[in-house]
């Protein structure tokens, strides 16, 4: 069907949106009832022993719930960013190699809500490609966040491993872009 005529009998709501906002509600919900945190992941909880569907579908939710909440989470910080200071992430593609330094510098934050904003803006035409993929590059994502609580030595190792080729790729690309 036609989303005109289901925003018209959901009195002009766009239905993406309301589907977005409300999924994103219970995602936080969710997050909050299972008393997880934001630093939440250990040896423990990365595996836990899962003795049943029932215990499986828990701990699913409960890994997505803390996903959908940083990511939200994320894009507000991003959002009031730009509302207070003005900043455009589309500026970043009229500073060339800044804008690749911005890219891995970001990707140094463990978690994929980072990269899933980036991703976002290069796909509303707001980031350069160079700056995405050295974001891409240098991104641990999640997996960072148990080694920062078990060696923190390889966890510096392991971003710096990154962050050099996400240099390397992002400037790589801005001179083959031009």
């Known amino acids: 069907g036609d989303l005109t005529v289901l925003a018209a009998a959901?009195?002009?709501?766009?239905p993406y949106l309301l589907v977005g906002n409300l999924g994103?509600?219970?995602?936080?919900v969710v997050f909050f009832q299972s008393r997880a945190r934001f630093a939440d992941d250990s040896l423990d909880s990365i595996a836990p022993a899962q003795t049943s569907m029932s215990a499986v579908l828990r701990n699913g939710a409960k890994e997505t719930s803390f996903v959908i909440t940083w990511v939200a989470l994320t894009y507000v910080v991003y959002e009031t960013a730009v509302g207070v200071t003005g900043f455009n992430a589309a500026s970043l593609a009229g500073?060339?190699?800044?804008?690749v330094l911005v890219g891995a510098v970001v990707g140094l934050v463990p978690g994929c809500a980072i990269q899933i904003v980036f991703t976002g803006l290069y796909v509303a035409g707001g980031l350069p490609l160079p700056t995405l993929l050295a974001n891409a590059v240098s991104q641990d994502g999640d997996a960072l966040l148990p080694l920062l609580f078990t060696d923190r030595r390889a966890a510096a190792a392991a971003t710096a491993i990154t962050t050099v080729p996400a240099l390397?790729?992002?400037l790589g690309a801005l001179v083959l872009l031009g």
């Open 10 to 14: 959901l009195g002009g709501l766009d």
């Open 24 to 28: 994103t509600l219970v995602a936080v």
């Open 95 to 99: 500073v060339g190699v800044a804008g």
């Open 168 to 170: 390397v790729v992002g």
